[in-house]
């Protein structure tokens, strides 16, 4: 495309002629088309999870405050509202009560918007898709909003030609960058989708809580791995 919009001789024609040598060549990848049925569904899922990062960015705020001002944090869980009754006034200075007045009254805010907005969007991906959303909820570490997310993200599974696309397009592989034989490091992580990547790697922290056994295979395979690591730095210094 680069070549196409540097070229001397430049019209319609020319321009069409060259993409469609590109798709013959199976040098441009075709995108997806999202079902439009979903897509508005899907857009609403991800205004949510922006709102859920800042209502955090709130949360840290109030703490931080506290901290701030050498008093120590309250262990409150602000989602509730007794919770956030009870951290307000606590400081003598009316500006920083005030402060603290802004950060409650929009998470308060958020919790009843938010807990509205996930009913809606259950209730459409019942419609949608309620076969694979219940099949999701089965997998240990996965949850109402992984499984809402992981289905609206992905749409039709069927557009993956294999698991190794799949999970290239989840950002759950790193692109190794590769010359002439020799690996310098990684490249192009942040291509894929970057919502998939987010409920994956929340799915395998939450698995792993409480999981004993998951645990003692995890803390095996980092054994093996570091293992392995050792080794090979000893095979590139030369000593055997």
Not at 97 to 124: A, P, Q, S
Request: aromatic residues 8%; proline residues 4%; hydrophobic residues 35%.
């Amino acid at each position: 495309m680069k070549a196409i919009h540097g070229g001397k001789t430049k019209n319609d024609r020319i321009d069409s002629f060259k993409i469609a040598s590109l798709i013959r060549g199976g040098n441009f990848p075709l995108a997806y088309v999202y079902p439009k049925a979903m897509r508005a569904t899907r857009d609403l899922l991800r205004r949510r999870t922006k709102l859920v990062r800042h209502g955090a960015h709130l949360k840290a705020h109030v703490s931080n405050t506290f901290t701030q001002y050498n008093v120590p944090s309250p262990n409150l869980a602000l989602r509730y509202p007794s919770s956030r009754e009870d951290v307000r006034n606590r400081f003598n200075e009316p500006a920083i009560n005030r402060n603290i007045d802004i950060d409650l009254n929009m998470i308060g805010f958020y919790t009843k918007e938010l807990t509205h907005v996930e009913c809606f969007i259950e209730k459409n991906a019942k419609q949608h898709n309620p076969k694979d959303y219940i099949l999701l909820q089965t997998v240990p570490g996965i949850g109402r909003i992984l499984a809402l997310t992981i289905l609206y993200e992905i749409g039709n599974i069927q557009r993956f030609p294999s698991v190794q696309h799949f999970a290239s397009y989840s950002r759950l592989v790193k692109c190794k960058a590769e010359s002439a034989g020799k690996q310098y490091g990684t490249s192009g992580n942040k291509i894929g989708n970057a919502h998939l990547k987010w409920a994956f790697s929340e799915a395998a922290v939450l698995y792993l809580r409480g999981n004993e056994k998951a645990q003692k295979y995890l803390a095996r395979l980092q054994k093996r791995m570091s293992k392995a690591k050792a080794l090979s730095a000893l095979a590139h210094n030369g000593v055997s």
